[in-house]
Antibody, heavy 121, light 107 residues
Framework: EVQLVESGGGLVQPGRSLRLSCVAS????????MHWVRQAPGKGLEWVSG????????AYVDSVKGRFTISRDNAKNSLYLQMNSLRVEDTALYYC??????????????WGQGTLVTVSA | SSELTQDPAVSVALGQTVRITCQGD??????ASWYQQKPGQAPVLVIY???NRPSGIPDRFSGSSSGNTASLTITGAQAEDEADYYC??????????FGGGTQLTVL
């Protein structure tokens, strides 16, 4: 069974940083692309970033380019999202998600339960 | 443009058929995938590719596409199908825009 467990969320002031982690199990992590998707309270889903199986291809939504960095450690079955210069509008539940294939331009298949990030003074 | 547009809300009588649509330029090149999200839960993939259902998804869910419009059809809607539904696509840069979501009410 695929399991994705996010951690690292919390309350942070605007302008500060936070690092999210996602530990995967139940599949061969190194064989799949991974994504971060967020959902602001009461709002819809927003894809944030994706990374290919070997970190060779990475993409970001325009609103986080230059502030967020996605990375992965296949030896640790882990996905990360380094979030710098956080803004109030980054407040959301952040989901870690597994793709169906190796490329970033794939289909998001499985989702974790999310970790909540609140950006507030 | 990578934007995807969905109707905010749709309703269907119990046991009837409902179609949820998604429009966007990227759908001319890529199939949409569809996700069901119930309150307090993570999204679940229900349709992907031309018309594929993951294991465990009932066959009353189906997908189709024409031009810049993708559709999710539920044939014989059940009470447990009441949820938010999101379409998702991708572009050549690897971006994965979601539609704004459609809240489905089963009457």
């Amino acid at each position: 069974e695929v399991q994705l467990v996010e951690s690292g969320g919390g309350l942070v002031q605007p302008g500060r940083s936070l690092r999210l982690s996602c530990v995967a199990s139940g599949f061969t992590f190194a064989d799949y692309a991974m994504h971060w998707v967020r959902q602001a309270p009461g709002k819809g889903l927003e894809w944030v970033s994706g990374i290919s199986w070997n970190s060779g291809s990475i993409a970001y939504v325009d609103s986080v380019k230059g502030r967020f960095t996605i990375s992965r450690d296949n030896a640790k079955n882990s996905l990360y999202l380094q979030m710098n210069s956080l803004r109030v509008e980054d407040t959301a539940l952040y989901y870690c998600a597994k793709d169906m294939g190796i490329a970033v331009a794939g289909t998001i298949q499985h989702w974790g339960q999310g970790t909540l990030v609140t950006v507030s003074a | 443009s990578s934007e995807l547009t969905q109707d905010p809300a749709v309703s269907v009588a119990l046991g009837q058929t409902v179609r949820i649509t998604c429009q966007g330029d990227s759908l001319r090149s890529y199939y949409a995938s569809w996700y069901q999200q119930k309150p307090g839960q993570a999204p679940v993939l229900v349709i992907y590719g031309k018309n594929n259902r993951p294991s465990g998804i009932p066959d009353r869910f189906s997908g189709s596409s024409s031009g810049n419009t993708a559709s999710l059809t539920i044939t014989g809607a059940q009470a447990e199908d009441e949820a938010d539904y999101y379409c998702n696509s991708r572009d050549s840069s690897g971006n994965h825009p979601f539609g704004g979501g459609t809240q489905l009410t089963v009457l």
